[in-house]
Structure formats: C-alpha cells, structure tokens
C-alpha cells in the first residue's frame, strides 16, 4: 500500500465491534532485528499470531552477487484456521487479501453460507477473487485508518 499500516490502531478498531471475536496476523519470522519487534509489538497489540519461518529462494546471480527473494506463504495456515473455525459456527470472515490464491476459499465458505469480505487495496485484487460476482463483499481501501 506503499505506506506501513498501524497495525495497533488496525487491531484495536476491529476490536470495537463486539461481533469480531479473533483478530489473526501471519507473518514470516526473519532473522532481522525488525521482524522480533514486530512480531513483539502486534502480540502486545492483540493479534492471534501464526508465524514460521522466511525461506530465501535463490532468483538469480549478477557478476557473482547472489539475489535471493523472500519468501513465506501461509495458504495452509489460513486455510486450517478457517476450517477449525467452522467448527465453532464462526458466520463471517474478513481478509485483508486480494489474493487470488483465495478464491477457491472464499468460494467454498460462500456455498456454506457464510458471509465473506475481502479487504484490499488498489490493485491488489487477484482475477479470480475478482470473478467471484455473488456471495463475497469485496472492499478497495486507499488507506486503512485515515482519519
């Protein structure tokens, strides 16, 4: 979103609405400093925290200079935490994903009858999420929590 969200000011809002019972963060463990804090300050904040670690995937070497990217999904682990989550009737979810990795998803928590909202920014909404025309609440943010 070309700019850091306050994910303290983010939990605590979703917090006010006395419906939202479980306000989930994933996010890769990595061996800077920046990524502790982190991960420190959104557990303090409230956040039910899913992490592991970053893997580095070698892309590319340049005049001997190795570019690794970084990288650290968690397709599974949502996808787990929503299944358990049906388990105790849990009726609606909101992620704050447009990817289209998703869709399939959001497809089968809609033919549950559960209600689905997808929060994303310009974009940053995968195709699939975006064919999906009943049944999903898609919302494009510019900035989350302006004032």
């Known amino acids: 979103m070309k700019r850091e969200i306050d994910i ?6 979703l917090k006010t609405y006395p419906e939202i019972k479980d306000v989930r963060l994933y996010f890769g463990k ?10 420190e300050r959104a557990e303090k904040a ?3 925290i899913t992490t592991k ?3 580095y995937i070698l892309e590319t070497e340049i005049d001997g200079k190795k570019i690794y990217r ?3 999904d968690f397709d599974m682990e949502i996808c787990i935490d929503v299944h358990e989550a049906l388990q105790k009737d849990i009726r609606s979810f909101v992620f704050f994903t ?22 994303y920014a310009p974009g940053h909404l995968g195709r699939e999420v975006w ?8 919302i494009q ?5 302006d004032v």
């Open 8 to 13: 303290d000011r983010l939990c605590a809002y």
């Open 53 to 55: 670690p970053v893997k």
């Open 98 to 119: 447009g990817d289209g990795d998703f869709a399939p998803l959001y497809q089968k928590l809609i033919r549950l009858n559960k209600q689905v909202i997808v929060v």
């Open 141 to 145: 943010i510019k900035h989350l929590l």
């Open 46 to 48: 409230g956040y039910a």
């Open 70 to 72: 970084r990288k650290c």
């Open 131 to 138: 064919d999906i025309k009943r049944g999903l609440f898609k």
């Open 30 to 39: 990595d061996i800077h400093p920046k990524s502790a804090a982190f991960l």
